[in-house]
Nanobody, 123 residues
Framework: QVHLTESGGGSVQAGGSLRLSCEISMATYSSYCMGWLRQTPGKGRETIATIDFSGATNYDDSVKGRFTMSKDNAKHILYLQMNSLKPEDTAMYFC?????????????????WGQGTQVTVSS
């Protein structure tokens, strides 16, 4: 059974920072493509950052230059460092795992999901 558990969400003022973590209970985690996604009411779930099995990353334009995704394979933790937060970053944030491993920094589809952590940015 694979479990993804996000943490680190909270409330912050615009311009502030948060670091999200995703703990992964999966021995072969390093071979997966991992993604951070977010969802707001009335909007679909959007992918904002991905890291494939090789470590290549890809970011949505809305977060490029502000968010950094990384992973600690030894600790089985995925991170999302979020700087210069904006009110439009307010969302539920999820981590997800793609067993295919992805390529070019992109994941193809997700087999496993966490339950999410809420991020609220006030102006």
């Amino acid at each position: 059974q694979v479990h993804l558990t996000e943490s680190g969400g909270g409330s912050v003022q615009a311009g502030g920072s948060l670091r999200l973590s995703c703990e992964i209970s999966m021995a072969t985690y390093s071979s997966y493509c991992m993604g951070w996604l977010r969802q707001t009411p009335g909007k679909g779930r959007e992918t904002i950052a991905t890291i494939d099995f090789s470590g290549a990353t890809n970011y949505d334009d809305s977060v490029k230059g502000r968010f950094t995704m990384s992973k600690d394979n030894a600790k089985h933790i995925l991170y999302l460092q979020m700087n210069s937060l904006k009110p439009e970053d307010t969302a539920m944030y999820f981590c997800a795992a793609d067993a295919s491993g992805g390529t070019g920094g992109h994941c193809y589809g997700y087999n496993y999901w966490g339950q999410g952590t809420q991020v609220t940015v006030s102006s």
